[in-house]
């Protein structure tokens, strides 16, 4: 016997009924999405923060956000400790202005986990805090006030910050006004802050070399080119998160002074939440070291290529497996650098590596930096308006160039498996 037309239609209302029930499960309406962050590494003792400001010390670390919310939550990393991180206390505000201490009052909020103003952080760690309920904006300045009674057993952090960083004696993490504070320009043991977003808004992660982590810009004027690059997806209504993950020194193969990419890429970029795309310039360090610290032979030469190819390749199906957007990004030109004094050879390798990066087929979308920075009338050189003064780092002007060589079209793509 045929069903009836009306049963027919209350079974397949029914079923509809169980399948966006269970989607709505499964697809919550909004999810944490990175809105700043930093690659950790282990400070050079020339970047460490002295045990005094430490020791009964609070420290208030200013981080530019990218995204906005009336949710956020902040990530403390104890990533290079060697023992637990104990925060002694800790709270979040809107700073007043940039390179000042003060924070604005009615604004300040505790920082706390499980609850609990205090937490331990075990050795290699990181740990969320609670979310805190605080109308927050794009292009925001949020400070970050941690106190501890002891200085950490190994320090985590990231000395390429170019902005400022407060230091005070004594539990000041609820106070408003530091006017005593002591300041550097390096950030230890913070790595992200997210927003609750909608579910539709992701983040892009920038990873690289000093180039991506600014060197040169000045201190708190958020002039990178992954800031700079920000602000123009603002200007085209787009709403994105961009995470600076650039490590001056940066190689993609070799430990420089932070680990390779190819060993923190998954901590640094996929594993972010709510991480979408991610933009890889890398290379100049690998080439530049190559010739400058060894006998730089053809066969040594040929052997980076490959490797380097063979490691971008490596990012890509980690990036597709994890539904993240690779674009791959030329690499600039340096030749007249002091520090790597470049030949001809050396060129030749940088020139085939970006033709394979625009060639390739393994990226879903290319930057060519090296067109937007390269003198037309000498393609082995940046053009002199985006060239800092060393033929190494770009200018602002450079930087501004790179941040408008993104392909916009490429953040609107979506890529790979779900994740």
């Not at 390749?313 to 690779?326: I, K, S, Y």
Request: net charge neutral; aromatic share 6%; with cysteine.
């Amino acid at each position: 016997m045929q069903p009836s037309q009306h049963a027919l239609r209350s079974f397949v209302g029914a079923a509809l009924a169980v399948f966006i029930i269970n989607a709505t499960a499964a697809e919550p309406a909004s999810h944490w999405v990175a809105s700043w962050g930093a690659a950790q590494q282990i400070p050079e003792p020339a970047n460490e923060l002295a045990a005094e400001h430490w020791r009964d010390g609070s420290i208030r670390q200013v981080v530019h956000l990218t995204l906005g919310g009336k949710q956020f939550r902040v990530r403390i990393s104890n990533a290079y400790g060697t023992a637990p991180l104990i925060v002694d206390a800790a709270s979040v505000a809107l700073a007043q202005a940039p390179g000042q201490a003060g924070v604005n009052a009615p604004t300040l909020r505790p920082l706390t986990f499980d609850g609990r103003t205090t937490v331990m952080i075990p050795a290699g760690a990181e740990y969320y805090s609670d979310a805190v309920s605080l109308d927050v904006k794009a292009a925001a300045d949020l400070a970050i006030s941690l106190y501890f009674k002891d200085a950490p057993a190994g320090q985590t952090g990231h000395p390429g910050a170019r902005a400022s960083t407060f230091l005070a004696k004594g539990n000041r993490v609820n106070e408003a006004a530091w006017d005593d504070a002591g300041k550097t320009t390096k950030w230890y043991a913070i790595s992200d802050v997210e927003v609750l977003a909608p579910r539709r808004v992701g983040a892009l992660v920038a990873v690289g070399d000093s180039i991506t982590d600014g060197y040169g810009v000045p201190v708190d004027t958020n002039t990178r080119w992954p800031d700079v690059l920000a602000a123009r997806l603002r200007d085209n209504g787009m709403t994105q998160g961009v995470v600076n993950a650039g490590i001056g020194g940066g190689r993609m193969l070799r430990d420089g002074l932070g680990p390779n990419v190819a060993a923190r890429f998954d901590r640094d970029v996929t594993s972010r939440a709510g991480v979408t795309h991610a933009l890889v310039l890398i290379g100049v360090n690998d080439l530049g070291g190559l010739h400058r610290n060894t006998p730089d032979t053809p066969a040594d030469r040929q052997q980076m290529l490959t490797d380097l190819k063979l490691a971008h390749r490596q990012l890509a199906e980690r990036a597709r497996a994890r539904g993240v957007c690779l674009i791959g990004a030329t690499v600039t030109p340096y030749v007249g650098s002091d520090y790597y004094h470049p030949e001809p050879e050396n060129e030749a390798d940088r020139q085939e590596l970006n033709n394979w990066i625009r060639s390739s087929g393994i990226f879903d979308a290319v930057a060519d930096f090296d067109a937007a920075l390269r003198d037309p009338g000498r393609p082995d050189r940046m053009k002199p308006v985006y060239d800092s003064g060393d033929h190494l780092h770009p200018s602002l002007a450079g930087y501004r160039a790179l941040a408008e060589a993104v392909p916009l079209a490429a953040l609107r793509k979506q890529c790979g498996a779900k994740k």
